[in-house]
């Protein structure tokens, strides 16, 4: 089992930054691709971003192309999303997910999740 703590959300201002933490115990997260998800009020849950097991492979939602970055530390076993130039329709409650291996953009195919923490924008 992978238990899955995120941190780091919270209030901030149009155009600021936040970065986002996944700590992940149980177990070693080399092996688990890791990606990022969101959910705003009255919406489904979609994709934000995604790395590969090795790091090699990232993709992102067209939306946060150039904003956001997505990164691990496999040592610390966590997992980062750098959020710059924030934009209110940022605002969403945000999940860290891990797949064994499995490579995906679809929510689907993550069988483990954090709880979730609230980004909020404001313009």
């Known amino acids: 089992q992978v238990q899955l703590v995120e941190s780091g959300g919270g209030l901030v201002q149009a155009g600021g930054s936040l970065r986002l933490s996944c700590a992940a115990s149980g177990r070693t997260l080399r092996a688990y691709s890791m990606g990022w998800f969101r959910q705003a009020p009255g919406k489904e849950r979609e994709f934000v971003a995604v790395?590969?097991?090795?790091?090699?492979?990232?993709a992102y939602e067209d939306s946060v192309k150039g904003r956001f970055t997505i990164s691990r530390d496999n040592a610390k076993n966590t997992v980062y999303l750098q959020m710059n130039s924030l934009k209110p329709e940022d605002t969403a409650v945000y999940y860290c997910?891990?797949?064994?291996?499995?490579?995906?953009?679809?929510?689907?195919?993550?069988?483990?999740w954090g709880q979730g923490l609230q980004v909020t924008v404001s313009s």
């Open positions: 997910a891990a797949a064994y291996q499995d490579w995906s953009t679809k929510a689907y195919s993550y069988p483990y």
């Open positions: 790395i590969a097991w090795s790091g090699g492979s990232i």
